[in-house]
């Protein structure tokens, strides 16, 4: 009988040793979930931390970009309107055939006539977010548009200004075949019967009408580019 009581209680004892073991064993498990769980939540917040720093460091240069731009697209929209009016002002003096105009003055129209505009943007900080994958990290989903979208966005403006260049050579051809420009005085090459030879040119006056009209489209696409820029500028000032 005594026998038969040790052996009971040698057995619970063993049981209870065995429960506490698997109740230690369980302790042990969740502890390290959980210190998994913190040790990912604290590397989280860090990454999270080192994203936003990279991503404010990102947009003010890319700001910078912007404001350089917008510097850039001030010159171009002066010169295309300046390049616009001289047209204009060619066409109203062949309108007015009464109104006399000094030959330097029509020599500075005429070579005012052949120039064209070329927007340099500046694209660094946008090569770089694109390059180097960084492009997520940007949070604000119109700043992150813009970016990735930018050199498309140039496409229309890039071709316009394709069509000014051709047009602007055009004319030069036009002038260098019909003008002694090479005397270099206009006195010399802006007599009567050359500005009379020009005017009477239906050639020369369409092109002329074509250069004012396609810088006149050129200004209006640079100006409401400078205005997308601007309230670009305005939106990552509030993001950093």
Known sequence: MISLFRKVRKKN???YRFARYVLYAIGEIVLVVIGILIAIQINTANQ???NRALERQLLRSFQTDIA????????VIEKSKITALAADS????????????????????????????????????????LGSG?????????????LA?????????????????????????????????????PSEF???????????????LNMTSGRYHLT???????????KDYKKLSEMIQDEI
Do not use: C
Not at 68 to 75: H, K, Q, Y
Not at 171 to 181: A, R, T
Not at 216 to 226: G, M
């Open 13 to 15: 004892l063993q049981e």
């Open 48 to 50: 999270n931390r080192q």
């Open 68 to 75: 350089a731009s917008i510097r850039e697209l001030d010159r």
């Open 90 to 129: 060619i066409l109203s003096i062949h309108r007015d055939q009464s109104e006399s105009i000094e030959p330097s003055d029509m020599g500075e129209l005429m070579m005012t006539l052949t120039g064209y505009t070329s927007f340099a943007s500046q694209d660094g900080t946008v090569s770089d977010i």
């Open 134 to 146: 960084n492009l997520d990290i940007i949070q604000n989903d119109s700043i992150r548009l813009a």
């Open 149 to 185: 979208s930018w050199t498309s966005n140039l496409k229309l403006l890039r071709g316009w200004e394709e069509l000014d260049k051709t047009s602007s050579i055009q004319v030069h051809n036009l002038l260098e075949q019909n003008l002694d420009i090479y005397k270099a005085d």
């Open 190 to 204: 802006l007599t009567e019967e050359t500005l009379e030879a020009l005017f009477s040119s239906r050639v020369f």
């Open 216 to 226: 006149s489209v050129l200004n209006e696409i640079y100006r409401d580019k400078r």
